[in-house]
């Protein structure tokens, strides 16, 4: 499956190594500005764009840059290892999510997928009313994740489940214990990570550039909107706001950006006032 366990810490101190420069740095460079220049020609020369094949398409970018790491030999991620699919969330970016519901709608049956769309509403309500810190804190399995312990939209998981490879399967059993209490190491194909990181800043940037939403969102809460929606897909790119109900996990662009504003221009200070003066 291979998804971050505590994704939170770990991004941080490879964003904190790649700003430091070196080898991490270069990778994390040479697939932003590859995977960049090759989905705006994607945007640029198609009106409408499919969600599963540009899914394919970022996953074969994926695969390149995955194959080139040096650390590939000593991986121990395997089917039906599924400890990782029990974490605190996944970010998605919208096209990854559109992605999973369209694999969902096509491939699976709908009295799966009615299950799985429980297990997702379920999800999003606990995560919804927990805090921030809570969210961080509490370990969750995925609500894709079936009974076996298989993802149920493999062929078209999110970036960041195809691009963490763990190199110790038992630091990673370890580590689903220690959720929420302590952080455990896991020792980690790195170079195949910042790769990911590097596709994911390219999705994001050429979605903000072709002025569509590029946030990043909890994955089980936007495969539920995108489930939601039909012609998920056609409204995103036409620039409709269909995630507004999914949780936001990172809020930097159009139309979450635009909300944030609105929410800024009445402050506690102005509210003060406000009720002074009423
Ligand atoms: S080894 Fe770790 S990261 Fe890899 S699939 Fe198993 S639990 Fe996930
Ligand atoms: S999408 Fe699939 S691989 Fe990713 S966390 Fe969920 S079940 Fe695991």
């Known amino acids: 499956m291979n998804a971050p366990l505590n994704p939170n810490l770990r991004s941080i101190r490879l964003h904190q190594e790649i700003l430091s420069g070196g080898k991490l740095r270069d990778?994390?460079?040479?697939?932003?500005?590859?995977?960049h220049a090759q989905l705006l020609k994607i945007f640029q020369s198609k009106k409408s764009v499919a969600a599963l094949d540009l899914v394919d398409s970022l996953r074969d970018f994926q695969v390149d840059i995955n194959s080139q790491s040096p650390e590939r030999q000593n991986r121990e991620c395997g089917a039906g290892c599924s400890a990782c699919c029990f974490t605190v969330a996944v970010d998605v970016t919208a096209i990854e999510a559109i992605a999973c519901a369209e694999y969902l709608s096509s491939y699976v049956c709908s009295e799966e997928v009615?299950?799985?769309?429980?297990?997702?509403?379920?999800?999003?309500?606990?995560?919804r009313s927990m805090t921030a810190k809570q969210r961080k804190e509490t370990k969750l399995r995925c609500g894709l994740l079936d009974d076996q312990g298989m993802c149920q939209?493999?062929?078209v998981r999110?970036?960041?489940?195809?691009?963490?490879?763990?190199?110790?399967?038992?630091a990673c059993n370890d580590a689903a214990e220690a959720v929420g209490k302590e952080e455990k190491f896991i020792p980690l194909d790195?170079?195949?990570?910042?790769?990911?990181?590097?596709?994911?800043?390219a999705l994001q940037q050429v979605l903000v550039k072709s002025k569509l939403d590029g946030n990043l969102y909890e994955l089980n809460?936007?495969?539920?909107?995108?489930?939601?929606?039909d012609n998920a897909m056609q409204r995103f790119l036409h620039g409709?706001?269909?995630?507004?109900?999914?949780?936001?996990?990172?809020?930097?662009?159009?139309?979450?950006?635009?909300k944030r504003a609105k929410l800024r221009r009445i402050s506690p200070a102005r509210i003060k006032n406000n009720e002074r003066s009423a």
């Open 153 to 155: 939209i493999y062929p």
């Open 114 to 127: 009615a299950i799985i769309k429980q297990r997702l509403e379920k999800l999003t309500q606990r995560r």
């Open 240 to 258: 409709e706001d269909i995630f507004r109900d999914a949780i936001c996990t990172d809020a930097h662009s159009y139309p979450r950006k635009k």
């Open 158 to 170: 999110p970036l960041i489940c195809a691009g963490v490879f763990s190199l110790d399967q038992d």
């Open 221 to 229: 809460s936007a495969v539920l909107c995108a489930l939601e929606t």
């Open 27 to 35: 990778v994390f460079h040479q697939s932003l500005s590859t995977t």
């Open 190 to 201: 790195r170079p195949a990570k910042v790769g990911t990181m590097g596709i994911s800043a």
